[in-house]
């Protein structure tokens, strides 16, 4: 069991390596005659590829999607959708120092212990390199999505870098792009940018939390207990590398809330239901509200640093190691695409399953007949 595959319906197989001759995605279950072609996928591939600014890692890669199989015309025929991404700017030499040393922080150590063998060249499967694969199937999804549910649409978004959050009265969706950390709130991307360019210089990293909303999902999506929308979400948010914890809605502050604080309250509107409130995240017993389905996950900082850490070698030595080579001083910011990507692919897969169960529509009606 490789277990390099996600998805129930809607399934996305990656492979590849970070300095081998290419990397990609195996996308099957999407449904045919779905509009897409390289293109599209590529616009979100433009938005995490490396090297865009000095707050990323400066390895250059075009990062050009490859559509093999699986769309015809333009238009997806239903088979297994195969897309590949060549790589371009792999400086193998970088690593050759750490190739009989164990990074601290990094999978090096685990790879080696599970498996006995480890391509130290960028980590091969441990790179973040790898979700380049995954945002060309979440460009998949998205096509798919913008047929069958155009109202729904996936957004992440920066809320913290170390320890600097955003001012929530200050927060402003459209400024998301126009800064290079996808963050809401432009007094507070300016403040980061010396922050980060600080950290960078010094050779050192910090960690992130994203936060994600998906909006206009509509009410029945995700099943009790083992088949939760919000497992699999927060599953794929915890498969993005150096992603270290996730809540659904309040998540963790749920904690300290009291019960009549937490609950939110429902009323009759002209059109249905009408929440007072979101503390659940958009997610009840693991099935969709109708409401913004929000949530957000901390990554951790990045392990490649140029201060000097202790270690050992394979032999059991002691050792000293600094890890040369080029990374994102801050890796959150280019989780938020990839997060973007992951929670597409989820809700066109809960999407399917839905139909697939009870059809279109909602089976529990409310309200006079």
């Known amino acids: 069991m490789s277990l390099n595959t996600f998805g129930h319906l809607f399934r996305v197989t990656t492979w590849g390596e970070s300095h081998g001759p290419a990397l ?67 400086r193998s030499k970088d690593y050759g ?18 498996y006995g063998i480890r391509d130290y060249r960028g980590g091969g499967r441990s790179s973040a390199r790898e979700t380049a694969a995954r945002v060309a199937a979440g460009g998949v999804a998205r096509a798919a999505l913008s047929a069958l549910a155009p109202q729904m649409k996936v957004t992440a978004y920066m809320v913290q870098m170390g320890e600097r959050g955003i001012d929530r009265s200050r927060f402003d969706l459209d400024e998301v792009g126009r800064n290079p950390f996808w963050v809401p ?40 207990i ?8 927060a599953a794929a948010m915890m498969s993005i590398n150096a992603v270290k914890g996730v809540e659904i809605g309040e998540g963790m502050a749920a ?30 017993g693991g099935i969709s509200t109708g409401q913004d389905i929000v949530l957000r996950f901390a990554v951790k900082p990045t392990s490649s640093i140029l201060t000097p850490r202790r270690t050992i070698t ?50 529990g009606r409310i309200g006079p007949a």
């Not at 083992?226 to 979400?233: A, S, V």
């Open 255 to 284: 904690a300290a809330l009291k019960g009549d604080e937490n609950a939110d309250e429902i009323t009759m509107g002209p059109d249905g239901p009408v929440f007072h409130s979101n503390h659940s995240g958009g997610v009840l």
């Open 185 to 224: 709130d432009a007094a507070a991307a300016e403040d980061w940018a010396g922050y980060l360019d600080a950290l960078r210089k010094e050779g050192n990293s910090v960690g992130a939390m994203i936060e994600l909303a998906v909006s206009g999902a509509p009410a029945g999506l995700g099943a009790p």
């Open 226 to 233: 083992y088949g939760k929308i919000d497992t699999d979400l």
């Open 97 to 114: 120092e750490i190739a009989e040393k164990f990074r601290p922080g990094h999978a090096d150590i685990t790879y080696w212990q599970k």
């Open 314 to 363: 394979k032999d059991g030595a002691d050792a000293e190691i600094v890890t040369k080579g080029r990374h994102d001083p801050c890796v959150g910011i280019r989780a938020v695409p990839v997060a973007e990507a992951m929670a597409a692919c989820v809700m066109l897969d809960h999407l399917l399953l839905n139909r697939g169960q009870v059809g279109e529509g909602l089976r």
């Open 24 to 90: 990609g995605a195996t996308v099957d279950g999407c449904p045919p005659g779905i509009e897409v072609d390289a293109e599209a996928i590529q616009v979100w591939l433009d938005r995490r590829k490396p090297g865009q600014n000095k707050y990323t890692t400066q390895r250059r890669e075009a990062d050009e999607v490859e559509i093999l199989s699986g769309v015809f015309e333009g238009q997806t025929t239903g088979t297994p959708i195969q897309l590949m991404i060549r790589n371009t700017d792999q």
